[in-house]
T-cell receptor
Framework: GENVEQHPSTLSVQEGDSAVIKCTYS??????FPWYKQELGKRPQLIIDIRSNVGEKKDQRIAVTLNKTAKHFSLHITETQPEDSAVYFC??????????????FGTGTQLKVEL | ETGVTQTPRHLVMGMTNKKSLKCEQH?????MYWYKQSAKKPLELMFV???????ENNSVPSRFSPECPNSSHLFLHLHTLQPEDSALYLC?????????????FGQGTRLTVV
């Protein structure tokens, strides 16, 4: 089955700096890689995703890069702001026999943006 | 709101109690999921349902019993739980298609077993 590893577990940056979170996965059949943000006391919400037919995707201050050969993908946040402080999860799906996608999540990264 | 609603938001139950968690989605999705999130562990997949048929049981103890009467509703029946089962239980739904799609999460039920 899919095994997703995420690093670092905690990350502290100064406001305005960049933050990078990395994930590796094991199932070479995976072709969809989402990133979720979970603020304290709230539900995880998708912030960006990438499919395997592209190597990079950007949305304002966030970007995701994918290296299928090496089986790793990364989240990049530029010009960090205090509201970026949250737990970030990467995920990779594995199709389940009978339907549905088993989203396997990384262990999460607690990002703290300090003033 | 993401269209996935969970009730109750908070639940305290004794180890001998029986309770149920409810999840409802109004997004027209055909797949629904239960996840467990505890303080020191990542999001752990428990069950997957596709068109109300269970397609995955991720080695979950039998004291957790899921039920999916239709594609819009998902329940998690709880009985004789242990204190270590205290966690945030998240329901999610997605429109299943090849390659994977976004999962929409409910706000979760914060469960405390005493």
């Amino acid at each position: 089955g899919e095994n997703v590893e995420q690093h670092p577990s905690t990350l502290s940056v100064q406001e305005g700096d960049s933050a990078v979170i990395k994930c590796t996965y094991s199932d070479s059949a995976s072709n969809y890689f989402p990133w979720y943000k979970q603020e304290l006391g709230k539900r995880p919400q998708l912030i960006i995703d990438i499919r395997s037919n592209v190597g990079e995707k950007k949305d304002q201050r966030i970007a995701v890069t994918l290296n299928k050969t090496a089986k790793h993908f990364s989240l990049h946040i530029t010009e960090t702001q205090p509201e970026d402080s949250a737990v970030y999860f990467c995920a990779a799906p594995r199709e389940v026999t009978g339907g549905g996608n088993k989203l396997t999540f990384g262990t999460g990264t607690q990002l703290k943006v300090e003033l | 709101e993401t269209g996935v609603t969970q009730t109750p938001r908070h639940l305290v139950m004794g180890m001998t109690n029986k309770k149920s968690l409810k999840c409802e989605q109004h997004l027209g999705h055909n797949a629904m999921y239960w996840y467990k999130q505890s303080a020191k562990k990542p999001l752990e997949l428990m069950f997957v349902y596709n068109f109300k048929e269970q397609t995955e049981n991720n080695s979950v103890p039998s004291r957790f019993s899921p039920e999916c009467p239709n594609s819009s509703h998902l329940f998690l029946h709880l009985h004789t739980l242990q204190p270590e089962d205290s966690a945030l239980y998240l329901c999610a739904s997605s429109q299943d298609r090849t390659g994977g799609t976004e999962a929409f999460f409910g706000q979760g039920t914060r469960l405390t077993v005493v």
